[in-house]
């Protein structure tokens, strides 16, 4: 967040004279027909002018009056691991703060990487789920939107979220788990497959699809580009005017 | 956060001729002598003028330069169970609020009641603490400066607090363990005292004091109101500018 320092206001106030002086001394000149006067008056005005200026801003600067609160929102990417939510949720990001709103990136990596031991149990992830909730609600309250992207496989744990947080926007990666595997870069799914990884989503544990997605998307069939551009029209379209 | 409606400045404009406009007539009145064309003179630059300064407004919106950020700053607040954390970080935040800056009150209840499962082992404790340190620090990521008040009893993770976030000063409130005793009215103590209660700091579970507090307040020597004021003067001094 930023605050307008004096310097701004100054500088401000001289941008402003350089455009409103013009004007007066053109008045004047078609007026009265004489130049020089016409100038000498623009002169005066500019130094008494620039004073009046500054201390207007300041004063407005003092006043909360026609300054509209930003609504924040909840973009949340749900979905089967592999299944494109870091990759989109991070492009749809970019998009996003290019609009010069008050924006924060959630992704379930980085916080597992903050607290390691988090665990995958159902109670575990549920837990994990209202802490996230908790700080999505926290940014919020500051006017903060958030594009998070997490596995939450349990529809309880989605609706938490959507209990605790405002304009939350579900949006539902769907790709069946024969693709995901084939996307297998990190090996993640070979890992579960034989039996290395417990409560992987998808292959030992369920994932439980969202009926209520504001926004689904078929990672099989839509290009990472597409996606992108349905998910930040959508945000345009509802939060962003 | 707000951002300036167009109504803003429209109406900032209007506000800004009058201003101008009078000045203008007095100038030109008293280079040419004739109030009558002085009049004239200011209503067409009145007409004119409005839309440049509406106009001059949205361009400056759009700008980022002078515009200074914000720079956050955690208290951290730290002591035995009923030293007054609580009381005065509520009071420190009033007060602060008065100032206009982006705030969050971060307290232990109220986070142990979103999740209440937490656990007050030193396991689950440092758990819970590195948790709040990555919400104060993606807070801070937005400029939202933390008032915070936890037991927080161990050393290990006030310094893992310390190393996440900016700005971090702690206060120490000191308080020998019977006058907190005396202070009692949640009846916790006596719970502890009786076994019924695990892990409690002060009791069966230690307090290791802090040895590097910015700020170390005896809160049986000093009243409420003086803590506020030493903890809002540090701030003051040294983050608001």
Avoid at 49 to 75: C, D, M, S, T
Avoid at 94 to 100: I, V
Wanted: charged share 30%.
């Amino acid at each position: 967040m930023y605050k307008e320092t004096n310097k701004r206001s100054i500088v401000k106030g001289i941008s402003w004279r350089v455009v409103a002086t013009t004007t007066t001394i053109i008045i004047v000149y078609v007026f009265f027909g004489r130049l020089d006067l016409a100038i000498a008056a623009g002169m005066i005005e500019t130094v008494l002018k620039i004073a009046l200026y500054w201390a207007h801003e300041r004063v407005w600067q003092k006043l909360r009056w026609g300054k509209k609160k930003i609504e924040p929102f909840n973009l949340w990417f749900t979905g089967l691991p592999l299944s494109g939510k870091t990759t989109i949720a991070d492009k749809v990001y970019e998009e996003l703060e290019k609009l010069h709103i008050p924006l924060e990136r959630l992704d379930s990596k980085d916080i597992r990487d903050v607290v390691p031991d988090i665990g995958f149990t159902r109670e575990d992830r549920n837990r994990h789920m209202k802490r996230i909730g908790h700080l999505i609600k926290t940014l919020q309250n500051n006017s903060i939107s958030t594009v998070a992207s997490f596995v939450s496989p349990y529809k309880e744990s989605r609706k938490a979220i959507r209990q605790m947080v405002q304009n939350n926007v579900v949006v539902y990666l769907k790709a069946d788990i024969e693709t995901c595997k084939q996307r297998d870069y990190k090996g993640v799914y070979e890992k579960a497959l034989k039996g290395e990884l417990q409560n992987f989503s998808g292959i030992n544990d369920v994932y439980e699809e969202p009926q209520h997605a504001e926004i689904v998307i078929d990672t099989t069939k839509t290009s990472v580009a597409q996606a992108v551009e349905i998910i930040v029209k959508h945000i345009k379209k509802n939060y962003v005017k």
